[in-house]
C-alpha cells in the first residue's frame, strides 16, 4: 500500500530532472509528462529546458536538465519510489556514480521539510551548488527560500552560470 498525507495535505514538491543518454530532450520532456501522471500528484509546473555540462567522469555528453514542482500526497519515500520507478522504465542503469544517464530524477525540496535518512536527504545537498538546478528553479519559483539554508536569490549570488544555457 501506498502511504499517503491526509487527502487535505497537499505537499510542494521540486524535483530535477537530467539525461545525457538516449535523445535527453526526448527524455527530460517525456519524464515531465510522467510525472504529471503520477498518482496523488497535481498541477505540475516546470521550468524551460536547459543544457548543461556534466558533472563527474569526463568524457559524457552534456546535459538536457529541468526542474518541475508539483503537489502531491504521496510521503517522501513513496513519491522517491515513483520517480525511480520512472527511472527503471527509462532503462537507467546505476553504473557509474555521477555517470552518464538516461534519466536522473531527484527530489530537490518536499515542502519546507528536512529529511536525513538512508534513502533521502532533503533538501538535496547539493541544492546549492548546481546552476542547473538554481537557474530553472529560479525561473519557476524566484521567491522560494531553501528550508534550513539561504535564499534561492543569495544561492544563486553564489553559484555561477558557467555554460548554462536555456534551450
Keep these: 500500500m501506498v502511504e499517503t498525507a491526509d ?3 497537499w505537499i510542494r514538491c521540486f524535483i530535477g530532472l ?3 543518454l538516449e535523445h535527453p530532450v526526448t527524455q527530460v520532456a517525456s519524464a515531465l509528462l510522467e510525472l504529471e501522471r503520477l498518482p496523488q500528484c497535481r498541477n505540475l509546473i516546470h521550468s524551460s529546458l536547459y543544457r548543461s555540462d556534466p558533472v563527474g567522469p569526463p568524457g559524457q555528453p552534456d546535459y538536457i536538465n529541468a526542474v518541475a514542482c ?3 500526497t504521496l510521503q517522501p519515500l513513496a513519491l522517491l519510489d515513483a520517480m525511480q520507478a520512472l527511472e527503471q522504465q527509462h532503462q ?3 553504473i557509474q556514480h555521477w555517470g552518464p544517464r538516461t534519466l536522473d530524477l531527484d527530489l530537490l525540496l518536499y515542502g519546507d521539510q528536512q529529511i536525513s535518512n538512508e534513502r533521502l536527504t532533503v533538501p538535496h545537498p547539493y541544492i546549492q551548488e548546481r546552476s542547473f538546478v538554481l ?7 524566484p521567491q522560494l527560500s531553501i528550508p534550513n539554508q539561504k535564499s534561492l536569490a543569495e544561492c544563486l549570488k ?3 552560470k558557467g555554460t548554462l544555457e536555456r534551450i
Excluded at 135 to 141: G, N, V
Aim: aromatic share 4%; charged share 30%; proline share 5%.
Design 7 to 9: 487527502s487535505d495535505d
Design 18 to 20: 537530467g539525461s545525457n
Design 70 to 72: 508539483l503537489e502531491t
Design 92 to 94: 537507467r542503469v546505476r
Design 135 to 141: 537557474y530553472p528553479l529560479a525561473e519557476i519559483a
Design 158 to 160: 553564489n553559484c555561477e
